[in-house]
Nanobody, 120 residues
Framework: QVQLVESGGGLVQPGGSLRLSCAANRSIFSIYAMGWYRQAPGKQRELVAS???????NYEDSVKGRFTISRDNTKNTVYLQMNSLKPEDTAVYYC??????????????WGQGTQVTVST
């Protein structure tokens, strides 16, 4: 079992920055991939950014150049640095872990979500 706890959300003005943190209750060293998803009201949940155990990163097109995902295996934590925030970034942000077993079966774990609101 992997428990994920997000923090760092809040209200920020357009053009501002926030850093989200996702702390896991166990080592993330062997977790295949971790990422951040977001869901705005009336919209489907979408992948924002992900990072594999090998450090390969993937970003949704609208956040490229503005958001950076990183992981600190010593702290069992994944971060999402968000710069140049826009009102359309407003959503609940969820931390996600993709855990693979020895037989390659996959289990998904989710955090409870943290609200990010970009507004004047």
């Amino acid at each position: 079992q992997v428990q994920l706890v997000e923090s760092g959300g809040g209200l920020v003005q357009p053009g501002g920055s926030l850093r989200l943190s996702c702390a896991a209750n166990r080592s993330i060293f062997s977790i295949y991939a971790m990422g951040w998803y977001r869901q705005a009201p009336g919209k489907q949940r979408e992948l924002v950014a992900s990072i594999t155990f090998a450090g390969r990163r993937n970003y949704e097109d609208s956040v490229k150049g503005r958001f950076t995902i990183s992981r600190d295996n010593t702290k069992n934590t994944v971060y999402l640095q968000m710069n140049s925030l826009k009102p359309e970034d407003t959503a609940v942000y969820y931390c996600h872990a993709d855990v693979r077993a020895r037989d390659s079966s996959r289990t998904d774990y989710w955090g409870q979500g943290t609200q990010v609101t970009v507004s004047t």
